[in-house]
């Protein structure tokens, strides 16, 4: 069965400080894996994506099939990284998009 | 263009009621997923159509359904609404994929007193 398990409900760090977000799947093939965040008052919307291995707003996300993850990370958080994210994982062909429970992100100054 | 839109965005129902909810989708988007967001849970999928065709469901109970429409308009229909149901109903869109970019709606918040 596919799972996405977030395991920090909520983050606070501080302005400038480095920020990883925890993301482990399980799934027994290729799965495809993504980021969404939703900032406050906003719609939910697509951070990244890992097939795309792109940067974006900074953050930046490397599968790891050995270790089931798809930790996302930035280097330097701003106030405005604050918001919730969450990680979703599609597996095979036919099976539906999963998402964790997500994670509060809280940067503060 | 014009994003997703949910309707109502808002309702108010007692147990034993049942709901209807409209999702449009953006314009050439043909999948449409439907959402249960709530704290404790978070984004639960409920079930997929594509085509007019479910594509996928979650684990949810009968009394949670749902269809598409040829335009790519979707409901979903929740029949003897229990106190439990209450939560923020997100429907996304997608192209072809649900792999492909999800786009979300505002979602309809659903209050069962």
């Known amino acids: 069965a596919q799972r996405v398990t977030q395991p920090e409900k909520l983050l606070s760090v501080f302005k400038g400080a480095p920020v990883e977000l925890k993301c482990n799947y399980s799934?027994?093939?290729?799965?495809?894996l993504f980021w969404y965040v939703q900032y406050s008052r906003q719609r939910l919307q697509l951070l990244l994506r890992?097939?795309s291995r792109e940067s974006i707003k900074g953050f930046t996300a490397d599968l790891n099939k050995g270790e089931t993850s798809f930790h996302l990370k930035k280097p330097f958080a701003q106030e405005e990284d604050s918001a919730m994210y969450y990680c979703?994982?599609?597996?095979?062909?036919?099976?539906?998009?999963?998402f964790g429970k997500g994670t509060t992100l809280s940067v503060s100054s | 263009k014009a994003g997703v839109t949910q309707t109502p965005r808002y309702l108010i129902k007692t147990r034993g009621q049942q709901v209807t909810l409209s999702c449009s989708p953006i314009s050439g988007h043909r999948s449409v997923s439907w959402y249960q967001q709530t704290p404790g849970q978070g984004l639960q999928f409920l079930f997929e159509?594509?085509?007019?065709?479910?594509?996928n469901k979650g684990n949810f109970p009968g009394r949670f359904s749902g269809r598409q429409f040829s335009n790519s308009r979707s409901e979903m229909n929740v029949s003897t609404l229990e106190l439990g149901d209450s939560a923020l109903y997100l429907c996304?869109?997608?192209?072809?994929?649900?792999?492909?970019?999800?786009?979300f709606g505002p979602g309809t918040r659903l209050t069962v007193l």
């Open positions: 979703a994982l599609k597996g095979g062909a036919g099976t539906a998009l999963i």
């Open positions: 996304a869109s997608s192209l072809v994929r649900v792999a492909d970019t999800q786009y």
């Open positions: 799934y027994s093939g290729s799965p495809e």
């Open positions: 890992h097939i």
């Open positions: 159509y594509f085509s007019e065709t479910q594509r």
